[in-house]
């Protein structure tokens, strides 16, 4: 099944947005874990059976595991083959940014959408459109294009806008991914920029929207999804997998990807 | 010794710009290696000491290797540790294009520059300083930005114009550049854009540039040389690890990076 129909499936069995971010940063792994061999993966794979009732998407963000090289990189593949058995109608995003020339950038494809089997990737969208057509040339993909990252130095480049159209970076991005059907291409666009979330909103009323960022800074959960709607995946990382740092931490998971689901339940009645 | 002085003693000492650029292309290896294991590994170990007398850096694309997961990932630390342990004094420049949030770009430069050691890399500058500044927190590193790359899409962002600055997104961001010292951010600019390489060189002199794309569409190695200067390094891939198709690829690559070796030595004078 293609990503926009899991994804779509997903959201209305659970009448949830939440995308559970998988980010086993070393540092902050629990110590009952340490002597652990694979504890990214044995940490990773426990919290995703712990919060599957509750994940409309996974978000593993390959960078934690690359930080090991190749053995980190194993561990990334028995995770994703892990999600894919048991819990296959999951849709996985496989966050990476990646984005080179065309004949590279079906290299990373070849990897992500054959070998591994995720459903989706993240893109940095700087080289422009030849660079992400490779990846949706099996039209079952979806990739999510860096519009208006989370970061504070996002506005350096993302924010200045465009004499010839008129539109900022972001926006540019953003018009650039109506090239593409919807079901293919969809934006990352942060929750610490509630002015710009709306107005990317409103210009784009059916792209798939990847957010993250919520809460501290940015937009609250309730902000997010009222300006945004249905047409989103909302990621929680930290907050959902680093809940407890005890023995228990696959429970803790469990109880804060529960409480968040809880929320957006009731804000999308 | 940091990036920098390996390649400003390397480029001396040979009085050339060649950076070779290994993108085994498992499509294009030489049928001779066909039921060689770890062939991407093989491959590159045999062009990089065929070539080595004539490379002032070697550009390895991650792509290639990714493109089989952690299996090509191990060849490709076998293939950086091949070239860190014989032939020293020669910088390696890993293509990858990564770009991240602060604690992910991290992640990234752990792999990249502790756990593989390569002496720089390549970066997407989308989003923003605060993505750049932790791959060189050790300052012995390089990083090279895309600023102008070699696609044809690449207009499509990269050339328009913001009205904050009337400097292009390219512009834009080796004005970015500018904030990090000459040995630690670099920009990677196509020759396949004549007239704005001369542009972006008369703006920033001594920023090092790495330059794809010479000859086929974009400016002649004459022209790039002349407008680019000595604080470049010029890179040719496939006309030199495709050169010969035969069981002799590797004394093929030797004599295609000879030739372009000469021109160089000669363009220099």
């Known amino acids: 099944m293609d990503f926009y129909s899991k994804f779509v499936k997903r959201r209305e069995k659970l009448n949830s947005l939440l995308c559970v971010g998988i980010d086993p940063d070393i540092a902050k792994l629990p110590p009952s874990l340490e002597k652990v061999p694979d504890k990214l993966y044995v940490f990773s794979k426990e919290i995703v059976d712990a919060t599957a009732e509750y994940a409309v ?3 593993p963000n390959i960078a934690f595991f690359e930080a090991f090289g190749s053995k980190g990189i194993e561990q990334f593949e028995k995770l994703i083959s892990h999600i894919k058995t048991n819990h296959p109608e999951i849709p996985i995003v496989a966050d990476a940014k990646r984005g080179d020339l065309d004949n590279t950038a079906r290299q990373y494809a070849k990897f992500f959408f054959k070998e591994l089997g995720v459903d989706s990737l993240t893109l ?3 080289m422009g459109s030849d660079t992400i057509k490779p990846f949706i040339e099996d039209d079952s993909r979806m990739v999510f294009l860096l519009c208006l990252t989370s970061n504070p130095d ?3 480049l993302q924010q200045k806008t465009f004499s010839e159209t008129g539109r900022t970076l972001y926006r540019e991005v953003a018009a650039l991914s109506e090239k593409f059907p919807v079901k293919n291409v969809g934006l990352v666009v942060g929750a610490t920029h509630p002015k710009e979330l709306l107005e990317i909103r ?3 009323p059916d792209r798939i929207f990847l957010i993250p960022g919520y809460g501290a800074q940015g937009a609250s959960l309730e902000e997010v999804i009222s300006v945004c709607g249905k047409n989103s995946l909302v990621n929680s990382s930290r907050s959902i997998i680093f809940s407890s740092s005890g ?3 696959a429970e803790g998971a469990r109880k804060a990807a529960a409480s968040v689901s809880e929320q957006m339940r009731k804000l999308l009645v």
Do not use: T, V
């Open 247 to 249: 023995p228990d931490f």
């Open 57 to 59: 998407a996974y978000k």
């Open 202 to 204: 409103k210009a784009h």
């Open 124 to 126: 940095s969208p700087y």
């Open 154 to 156: 996002s506005a350096e």
